[in-house]
């Protein structure tokens, strides 16, 4: 079992920046294929990154691609998501999510942080 918890959203300018955290504890985090998605209101849930479990490979949405960064620190099982250029509709509930296998969906979610980009 894992335990995610996410931390580091909070009010921004647009054009600012914000790191997100996504801590694990329960069980190590080197094995696990993490996501970041987000959920706005009114709105589907979308993906917004992901690195893999390994070699630690990085994708992202087209909407993020180039002001948001993906990484992991495995000896502090946290994996980041660093958010530059914020835009107003970067606003939503951003939530990591963890699976053991390589492709597909994730078993481990955390309970989100708020990000909010005032124009």
């Known amino acids: 079992q894992v335990q995610l918890v996410e931390s580091g959203g909070g009010l921004v300018q647009a054009g600012g920046s914000l790191r997100l955290s996504c801590a694990a504890s329960g069980r190590t985090f080197v094995g696990y294929r993490v996501g970041w998605f987000r959920q706005a209101p009114g709105k589907e849930r979308e993906f917004v990154a992901a690195?893999?479990?390994?070699?630690?490979?990085?994708y992202y949405a087209d909407s993020v691609k180039g002001r948001f960064t993906i990484s992991r620190d495995n000896a502090k099982n946290t994996v980041y998501l660093q958010m530059n250029s914020l835009k107003p509709e970067d606003t939503a509930v951003y939530c990591c999510?963890?699976?053991?296998?390589?492709?597909?969906?994730?078993?481990?979610w955390g309970q989100g942080t708020q990000v909010t980009v005032s124009s």
């Open positions: 690195i893999r479990r390994s070699e630690g490979s990085q």
């Open positions: 999510a963890a699976d053991q296998s390589v492709v597909g969906g994730y078993k481990y």
